[in-house]
């Protein structure tokens, strides 16, 4: 189970590597550098900077904001597929059950 990163945490290590990232000679050093300073994995702080890049507009890419909105959608999108079958269910039941040939 992945372990919870306290989100203060999370920002002060994606501010850090935004602020210092000039002062190494790659990116990736940079990350590496201050994922070993704030105790978070490297890779996880790469795709928090890239995405916190992406919210900012400075990358192209599907924001946070835009995540959150489809996770709901699909969500919203799944109970009414599931409202559509139970009402299909019902409909065929009573039209069944109305029908002058079964009784």
Partial sequence: MPKKID???????????LEHRAEYPSNQQAV???ARQEGV???????WVIQAEIDTGDRDGQTSEESVEIKRLKAEN????EDVAILKAATTFF???LDPRNR
Avoid: F, I, M, Y
């Fill in 7 to 17: 989100p203060q945490v999370r920002e002060r290590a994606v501010r850090l590597v």
């Fill in 32 to 34: 590496a550098a201050v």
């Fill in 41 to 47: 994995g490297a890779e996880s702080l790469r795709r």
């Fill in 78 to 81: 799944k109970q009414l597929r």
């Fill in 95 to 97: 039209a069944g059950e």
